[in-house]
């Protein structure tokens, strides 16, 4: 696509899993669409984020579209966790099989989106020029998807070459040879790390939290089971969308302080072996919401560091214990905490040492020098409130996104904020979306959108806006649901606490899918509950002559 058409029905933001989606269902409403993404090409979160070692840590098969029963036929994953190129080369295959590029100016930036009263249309503007009038827009910017870097001094300075996870050279890093540094231990920094020390001279880790993090047990998938599933795919579906988690998880019977000892070590034990996140977060049903059942998790968890680790003060630098399990995001892995039996391989604590700056040779942290060729940031992203923040938003009478929320975002349901209408965001902070499958949170809303839009059109209504009063209590609840878990007590991203000076407010909602999948269900059968619908203005008639 060359110039963008400039009057539109719809403008989607984002051409990642949910942006292709989006344009999928809104062209079958006959919708004309205008897309725009950032990016080259089509993948969103899965073209950016092309470091070593990327891959999902949902399984290949549960991390995939269900809106086609063919393309789930035709499509085969080959790892149980599939890699960032898999993923991508699926989605450019979405994209072809279902031409969805058609629509989507790449390379292009949205920079403004302004709601005109007058016409009750969104008029949108890009990077390169364009403006776009649209009655809806889409925001399918993904969750993590601004790029954070770390608050040091001097990063300008270094004679060598910074990489950020989330933003990889597409050519690939070859490391080999290399003093490396790598600032962050988040599930990025877990699966990069031990890839990266295979290639480097020496690396050096700078950890300021240490992380959960369990053995992800990957491996090619075996074509026997890929066909036993693919017989069973839309019983499964079906399954995924009513489990708490949008991935089959069993539901738990038991307080892990209702067992014995011997019981609760055999049990963790079988759930570490899973290879998946969900065995340890679901091995008993209190982890969550309960400090002392939490805590057995944990040292569970830090046991398995001990013996895996043979330096008893690096395994004690790596045993988190500034959080509770499972508050900050877990992650899998392959061979992240045996790297640190590596001799070429160095662990900094900075909290104990903090990051004073980044010189000219490398980093300089309260305790030493660290003389490096190149330095990877897994520092993470400005989660779920930064996509929507960066672009200036201004909905009615000329109020700013930034401005209503400026002491954390507020949304009806997570799909659309009051004195914003027509305006729908994909997994928005206020949905399940980061703590759940994505892959089926974001089929949940754009499906949810599209049935949205069809209502409108099919009455001949110019706009929808969630009311105050629907958004002032569906926060409220979100914080109460949040506030019965541990959830807040830990500094995490889903607090928005990674980034300084952000509000700290628990950003999804950590109520469970299948309960959050009634109240949209109720809503839109109930006429739009909590949202306030207007006609088009019928034409002024023409003078008469
Ligand atoms: O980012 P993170 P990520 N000085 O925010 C540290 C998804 N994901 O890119 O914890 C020193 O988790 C920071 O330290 P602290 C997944 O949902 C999924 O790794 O703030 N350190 C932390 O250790 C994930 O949760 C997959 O104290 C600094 C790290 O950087 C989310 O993306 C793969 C620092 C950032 O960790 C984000 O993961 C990858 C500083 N100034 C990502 N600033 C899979 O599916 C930050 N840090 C497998």
Redesign the pocket.
Known sequence: MTGAPTDVDAVVVGAGFAGLYAHHRLRALGLTISGFEAAADVGG?WWW?RYPG?????ESMDYCYSFSPELEQEWTWSER?ATQPEILRYLNHVADRFDLRRDIRFDTRVTAATWDEASQRWDIATDRGDRVSAQFCIMATG??SQA?Q???DGIDTFGGDIFH??RWPHEGVDFTGRRVGA?????????SIPIIAGQAEHLTV????P?FTMPAKNAPLDPDAVAARKARAREIREAMRSSRAGVIVPMPEHSALAVDDGARQAHYEKAWNTGTLYGMVAAFNDLLVDRDANDTAAEYVRDRIREIVNDPDVAERLSPRNHPFGT??P??DTDYYATFNRDDVTLVD??AT??VAITPTGIRTTADDFELDAIV?????D?MTGPLLGPDITGVGGVKLRDKWAAGPRTYLGIATAGFPNFFIVTGPGSPS?LVNMAVAIEHHVDWIAECIAYLRDRGLASIDATLEAEDAWVDHVNQVADLTLFPQA???YMG??VPGKPRVFMPYIGGFPRYDEVCRGVAADDYRGFELTPATAPEPAPST
């Not at 990327?54 to 949902?58: H, K, L, Q």
């Not at 600032?183 to 699966?191: L, N, R």
């Open positions: 979160t984020n990327a891959r999902c840590d949902v966790y969750c993590l954070k770390p608050e040091v996870t989330g600032i962050g231990t988040g599930s990025s920094g877990i699966q700078f950890q300021r939290t992380n900050k995001r992650c899998l900075v909290r903090p990051i940031f897994a520092t993470g992203f989660a980061v500094n995490s991203w606490a990674n």
